[in-house]
């Protein structure tokens, strides 16, 4: 019985999160629409670090309450499933042309921060060198993010006209969906690092696993949902655009604060060296350097990325 109620406290901070991101996305990009910041800008700056919300929080009070092994296979597990499971799919649905300086910064600063995770690993934790290694990788991704949208706008692609707000019930609609939302990340982001480590105690499986499996993928459902959506619409640049970003968040801003928050660098287990590390980077690097040498996505490049991550996930719940 205690155990069902573990599980089922595990599913509904799941929801909480997937919906409280839902929310905070969409009222704080409306919020960012009515000050007047073109569309664009937003979709570079606020959405981007909001649709990382429930990964960054679940990782950072896992770091907080002491469950070290969470926080990093949360962070680096989401990275991993975003690209070997959620841009597989979109791979093989939908393989597309691209142009390759729309993607040639981010895939660099994606690799580059995946590079420096493994090397972490190699020093057993996350010192100061490799967070502020990271946080610069962070602000580069934030600058090149804002540099691309003011280059489309000069290009007369968008403006930045304020957008008219209806009446006082938007305006509360909005404010309403901005806290329920920040409320349910928050509090979904408690039930899961609550729930995942009761659930790995009684169970016995290393927090590590449920971190990098469970509580990964879960935290990934909003880049899931985006990327079917995107598919449905055949919109495949909107699908890799937003999980390359969200990867480039994931890997250089999570761990840094994570580690902040505990006080002191984050110890990497030497299974998670061994197995997790290198995996983000092998399937980063399966998506990308073909992609730029070719300046297109292909449908084997899916299907190589879910396989490669069904071995990750055989070889990880077989070290259990």
């Known amino acids: 019985m205690e155990l069902a109620v ?11 999160i997937v919906k409280g991101g839902d929310y905070f996305v969409d009222a704080a990009s409306w919020i960012a629409e009515v000050s007047g910041i073109p569309k664009l800008i937003i979709g570079a700056t606020i959405v981007s670090l909001a649709t990382t919300l429930p990964e960054m929080l679940v990782s950072v009070m896992a770091a907080a309450k002491g469950s070290v092994d969470m ?20 791979l093989v649905c939908m393989p597309a042309v691209i142009k390759r300086m729309d993607y040639l910064m981010k895939a660099v600063l994606m690799l580059a921060a995946a590079a420096l995770i493994v090397a972490s690993g190699f020093m057993g934790r996350t010192g100061t060198v490799i967070s502020v290694a990271l946080m610069v990788v962070f602000v580069l991704f934030l600058g090149e993010n804002i540099t691309s949208a003011r280059r489309a706008m000069k290009a007369g692609e968008e403006g930045g006209e304020r957008r008219k707000v209806s009446g006082g ?15 349910g990340i928050v509090w979904g982001a408690d039930l899961l690092v609550d729930n995942g480590s009761a659930l ?3 169970v016995g499986i290393p927090e590590r696993v449920i971190g990098v499996t469970i509580i990964a993928v879960g935290t990934s459902l909003p880049e899931l949902i985006t990327t079917i ?16 970003g969200a990867n480039i968040i994931d890997l250089t801003l999570i761990l840094p604060l994570s580690s902040f928050v505990s006080g002191k660098p984050l110890p990497i287990a030497e299974t998670s060296a061994r197995i997790d590390l ?16 070719a300046e297109k996505f292909r449908r084997w490049q899916g299907v190589l990325l879910l396989a490669v991550y069904g071995v990750y996930l055989f070889l990880t719940l077989g070290a259990v």
């Open 6 to 16: 573990i599980i089922l406290l595990f599913l509904v901070g799941i929801v909480f």
């Open 71 to 90: 926080a990093i296979g949360n962070a680096v597990g989401s990275v991993t499933a975003n690209i070997g499971l959620i841009m597989g799919i979109s």
């Open 169 to 183: 019930r938007e305006v509360a609609a909005n404010l309403i969906k901005f806290a329920v939302g920040a409320v």
């Open 200 to 202: 790995a105690a009684m």
């Open 229 to 244: 959506t995107a598919i449905a619409k055949k919109q495949s640049s909107l699908s890799v655009g937003n999980i390359l």
């Open 278 to 293: 290198p995996a983000c980077l092998l399937v980063g690097c399966i998506a990308v350097i073909p992609a730029m040498a």
